[in-house]
């Protein structure tokens, strides 16, 4: 049974950091894709941040960019969200995702989604 478990959100001041992490199992981890998502209120869900297998290639949307880093660590099946400067904008549930394809940033489909983690980022 497939499992995306997210951890690391909460209440946190604007201008501020978080480390997401979304503990992966029963999916051969180390050939996914994966990804980050999140939906504020009241919005649809959007794309953050993508990963490859090997983690040699990064994608962000460009309200990340420049502020956060997703990196993954395949002995341990997790795949992590840096965020720096955070923003009220910020404030959404993030989402983990993996896909078995290639990322190629014309689609956002994924195979599999976690449950999400809320954050919050305060004024």
């Known amino acids: 049974q497939v499992h995306l478990v997210e951890s690391g959100g909460g209440l946190v001041q604007a201008g501020g950091s978080l480390r997401l992490s979304c503990a992966a199992s029963?999916?051969?981890?180390?050939?996914?894709?994966m990804g980050w998502f999140r939906q504020a209120p009241g919005k649809e869900r959007e794309f953050v941040a993508a990963?490859?297998?090997?983690?040699?290639?990064?994608y962000y949307a460009e309200s990340v960019k420049g502020r956060s880093t997703i990196s993954r660590d395949n002995a341990k099946n997790t795949v992590y969200l840096q965020m720096n400067s955070l923003t009220p904008e910020d404030t959404a549930v993030y989402y983990c995702?993996?896909?078995?394809?290639?990322?190629?940033?014309?689609?956002?489909?994924?195979?599999?989604w976690g449950k999400g983690t809320l954050v919050t980022v305060s004024a």
């Open positions: 990963i490859s297998r090997g983690g040699g290639s990064t």
């Open positions: 029963g999916f051969p981890f180390s050939i996914y894709t």
């Open positions: 995702a993996g896909r078995l394809t290639v990322w190629n940033g014309a689609d956002y489909d994924m195979d599999y």
